[in-house]
Nanobody, 115 residues
Framework: QVQLVESGGGLVQPGGSLRLSCAAS????????MNWYRQTPGKERELVAS????????HYADSVKGRFTISRDNAKSTVYLQMNSLKSEDTAVYYC????????WGQGTQVTVSS
């Protein structure tokens, strides 16, 4: 059974940091590119960051470049999103995505940036 389980979301003040984790199981993690998306009510899901299968290539949305870092640990089948200098506009549900021959999604974790 394929599972992507996100954790690490929560409430943080502007300027603060959070680290999201996504633990994968049920498929060969190292063969899949991994992505973090986010979504707010009434808006389309937005691609935030991507990482290649070996972690050697990453890509970021302009809105998070320089503040967020995506990484992966293939030995632990886990992908991370380190979020620094958080802003109120980063408030969203964050989703983990695995993409190769199939497209897998996690259930999402809420990140709220507010004072």
């Amino acid at each position: 059974q394929v599972q992507l389980v996100e954790s690490g979301g929560g409430l943080v003040q502007p300027g603060g940091s959070l680290r999201l984790s996504c633990a994968a199981s049920g498929f060969t993690f190292s063969l899949y590119g991994m992505n973090w998306y986010r979504q707010t009510p009434g808006k389309e899901r937005e691609l935030v960051a991507s990482v290649s299968t070996d972690g050697g290539w990453t890509h970021y949305a302009d809105s998070v470049k320089g503040r967020f870092t995506i990484s992966r640990d293939n030995a632990k089948s886990t992908v991370y999103l380190q979020m620094n200098s958080l802003k109120s506009e980063d408030t969203a549900v964050y989703y983990c995505n695995a993409r190769w021959t199939f497209d897998y999604w996690g259930q999402g974790t809420q990140v709220t940036v507010s004072s």
